[in-house]
């Protein structure tokens, strides 16, 4: 290892050394033209100070994968009832296989790296075949992309990172590269300074100031009323039983024998992990049976069960695991426990995506990391006390519904790091694993409530500008699911509204993906309806604060209930939870269970939901009611039909039941 102290900022930077090739980069006269480029930094990262040319970096190019202009094709056609091929779900050799890059690629690209002077056994090809990589130092790499690397420093937390702001490739092998890391990209979740919260972590608002977790980590507040074990009081608290009433979910009897071919994930990030005896608490109220029933885990690099009272650090996890093993009882529940204590700012879905397919692996069993080193965490890790290895790749087998209660803002990712990874669960759908995440808590606007200056790019104070989507609800290969509640003083049998209480379901239109046949025909009336309805009114807004074009990835694509859950926590009943976070998971369980009766009958799982859901939305309570704020607006509405609010709507578990045992 080579450590090196940059420019006395107190900013330190580990890399690997293994062999690099000692280049002149020769340009040959190639034409260069920009690959990526980043405007502006995201929130908060402030440009520090060259990187010494000296300084070795491991560079990872992200080749271009074959086909995969035909995989909406191929995913819908095993995912639309009415199809020869539905439910006719792929072996992950057949998808290797057919996405793999072609070798015309990686010819191309060895053949400019060996050109530009470097030595051609010093680049390595991954065995997932998606990747080439080579060590070189930071002036090597400048002048092969034509750029320069600096130091950033996270303003909040102190974080060190380092990156571009743009990079260039030869015109003649653009086409075969997604992406090459490290450059434009930034995908840390942030923590706090020490000074600021005294363990290093905020409470009861998740990962921190800015990236991953902020825009669905689960809002609370202090409990007004003693819970009520019945459905009387479910406008106030959320309970099992509640979710049951609302959306005709059964109650499967302990003694059922389950089918050994379903199963059902959710995934949590360290520092996030769950509380037995909270667990407990909550199952001696709500689901006596499972008492001492732990959900089996995964490790991800790294990944444990840390038992350790936290308030901030039990509050996602004990969530998302008290409903969904309490609604899809006596199913078990597959908990995948994504990076260690120690790089727990790094962790990211890519590495957990790297665990469901070492396909999308970078090279197996090395230090390298998947997609993007020093963007994503690096495992096995030299860091103090880090997973020392090996890490995680293709370990684990993707349960048929993976429940993600997590999300970052598109804006803070590169188009390019987007669409690598949406293609991934895309693939994985072909493979029929359902994927859901949370749409995000702040209506139209990004995490923190803050949206996008026009003019600059940058992260404004909320008051206006443009609105900011939520990623991965905008990959159009996932079910997004957002939030309603229960209306004030309703009963539990009354319509729904949009969640207007502590957060604001959020949806709209991405500003990277465009819409998906599938939703062409719901997302078209609502545009013929009601897009011209959005400038009235003292906060009506025009068609320059969203991606208007009629041409956009919309979302959500449904919703649940996502206000009060009656949580334990830490040991009380303190605090009421509210968010897209706590939706998603109960939505996951309604899919599980569908899942469980169309096995007992010989069919496979759903695989992805979309097409069915758009094409068949009576399977699904509409929500007319409502909003999302954001940004200075009231934001979108909740109408008749699918909404950019509530989807959709809500599940009807007999609707849909009947429809996919039919189907």
């Known amino acids: 290892m080579l450590l090196f102290d940059v420019l006395a900022l107190g900013l330190w930077i580990c890399f690997t050394t293994s062999f690099t090739a000692a280049v002149a980069v020769s340009p040959r006269n190639w034409k260069n033209v920009l690959h990526e480029r980043?405007?502006?930094?995201?929130?908060?990262?402030?440009?520090?100070?060259?990187?010494?040319?000296?300084?070795?970096?491991?560079?990872?190019?992200?080749?271009?994968?074959?086909?995969?202009?035909?995989?909406?094709?191929?995913?819908?056609?095993?995912?639309?009832?009415?199809?020869?091929?539905?439910?006719?779900?792929?072996?992950?050799?057949?998808?290797?296989?057919?996405?793999?890059?072609?070798?015309?690629?990686?010819?191309?690209?060895?053949?400019w790296l060996v050109d530009a002077g470097f030595n051609r056994e010093s680049v390595r090809r991954s065995q997932s075949l998606g990747w080439?990589?080579?060590?070189?130092?930071?002036?090597?790499?400048?002048?092969?992309?034509?750029?320069?690397?600096?130091?950033?420093?996270?303003?909040?937390?102190?974080?060190?990172?380092?990156?571009?702001?743009?990079?260039?490739?030869?015109?003649?092998?653009?086409?075969?590269?997604?992406?090459?890391?490290?450059?434009?990209?930034?995908?840390?979740?942030?923590?706090?300074?020490?000074?600021?919260?005294?363990?290093?972590?905020?409470?009861?608002?998740?990962?921190?100031?800015?990236?991953?977790?902020?825009?669905?980590?689960?809002?609370?507040?202090?409990?007004?009323?003693?819970?009520?074990?019945?459905?009387?009081?479910?406008?106030?608290?959320?309970?099992?039983?509640?979710?049951?009433?609302?959306?005709?979910?059964?109650?499967?009897?302990?003694?059922?024998?389950?089918?050994?071919?379903?199963?059902?994930?959710?995934?949590?990030?360290?520092?996030?992990?769950?509380?037995?005896?909270?667990?407990?608490?909550?199952?001696?109220?709500?689901?006596?049976?499972?008492?001492?029933?732990?959900?089996?885990?995964?490790?991800?690099?790294?990944?444990?069960?840390?038992?350790?009272?936290?308030?901030?650090q039990n509050i996602e996890a004990n969530l998302d695991l008290e409903y969904a093993m309490a609604l899809v009882n006596p199913l078990n529940v597959t908990l995948y426990q994504v990076g260690d204590l120690v790089n727990t700012q790094w962790t990211s879905f890519n590495n957990f995506l790297d665990s469901l397919d070492e396909t999308y692996c970078s090279r197996d069993g090395q230090t390298e990391n998947v997609t993007a080193p020093i963007i994503d965490a690096i495992y096995p890790s030299k860091l103090p006390g880090g997973f020392a290895g090996p890490r995680n790749c293709g370990g684990w087998a993707a349960t048929k519904v993976i429940s993600t209660s997590y999300s970052y803002n598109e804006h803070d990712l590169t188009p390019a790091y987007e669409k690598r990874q949406c293609d991934e669960y895309g693939k994985l759908g072909l493979a029929g694993t359902t994927f859901l995440y949370c749409s995000a808590d702040y209506g139209v606007a990004a995490s923190l409530d803050r949206c996008i200056n026009p003019a600059t790019g940058e992260y404004n104070d909320g008051k206006g500008g443009r609105f900011a989507p939520s990623f991965p609800s905008t990959c159009p290969y996932i079910t997004s699911v957002g939030a309603t509640q229960i209306a004030p003083k309703l009963s539990v049998t009354a319509p729904e509204i949009a969640c207007s209480t502590k957060i604001y379901s959020g949806g709209g239109f991405s500003n990277v993906f465009s819409m998906p046949s599938y939703q062409s025909k719901a997302v078209g009336s609502w545009f013929k309806k009601y897009s011209k309805d959005l400038e009235a009114g003292e906060r009506g807004f025009g068609k320059d604060r969203w991606n208007s074009t009629g041409n956009a990835r919309a979302y959500p694509d449904v919703s649940a209930n996502g206000a009060g859950y009656v949580v334990a926590l830490v040991g009380s009943y303190d605090y009421l939870l509210y968010g897209t976070s706590a939706s998603t998971p109960v939505f996951g369980a309604i899919v599980t269970l569908i899942n469980e009766a169309r096995m007992n009958r010989g069919k496979g799982s759903l695989g992805f939901l979309n097409p069915a859901l758009y094409a068949n939305p009576h399977m699904l309570n509409d929500i007319t009611k409502g909003s999302n704020p954001g940004c200075g607006t009231d934001g979108f509405k909740a109408t008749s039909g699918w909404d950019p609010v509530t989807g959709l709507g809500t599940p009807s578990y007999p609707r849909m039941l009947d429809y996919f045992l039919k189907n």
Request: charged share 25%.
């Open 132 to 312: 080439l990589s080579f060590n070189a130092t930071v002036g090597e790499v400048e002048g092969l992309l034509e750029t320069e690397y600096w130091v950033w420093e996270h303003e909040g937390s102190g974080m060190g990172h380092v990156a571009c702001e743009k990079y260039s490739v030869p015109e003649h092998v653009r086409e075969h590269i997604d992406f090459i890391t490290p450059t434009v990209h930034f995908d840390a979740r942030i923590r706090p300074r020490k000074d600021k919260f005294p363990d290093g972590k905020k409470k009861g608002v998740g990962f921190g100031e800015w990236g991953k977790g902020n825009d669905c980590a689960s809002k609370l507040s202090p409990r007004p009323k003693p819970v009520v074990h019945n459905l009387s009081d479910c406008a106030n608290n959320i309970v099992p039983d509640c979710l049951r009433a609302l959306y005709g979910i059964p109650e499967l009897d302990h003694r059922t024998k389950l089918n050994p071919k379903n199963s059902f994930g959710v995934v949590q990030y360290t520092p996030q992990s769950y509380l037995a005896s909270d667990l407990d608490m909550f199952f001696r109220n709500y689901s006596k049976n499972q008492v001492q029933k732990r959900p089996t885990l995964r490790s991800v690099d790294g990944g444990n069960v840390y038992n350790t009272p936290n308030f901030g």
């Open 38 to 111: 980043r405007h502006v930094p995201p929130s908060g990262w402030m440009k520090r100070s060259r990187v010494s040319p000296e300084v070795e970096i491991p560079i990872r190019i992200a080749l271009k994968q074959s086909n995969l202009e035909n995989l909406e094709e191929h995913l819908l056609s095993v995912s639309t009832p009415g199809s020869k091929e539905y439910g006719k779900h792929w072996s992950h050799r057949r998808i290797a296989e057919t996405f793999k890059p072609s070798r015309e690629s990686v010819n191309a690209i060895w053949k």
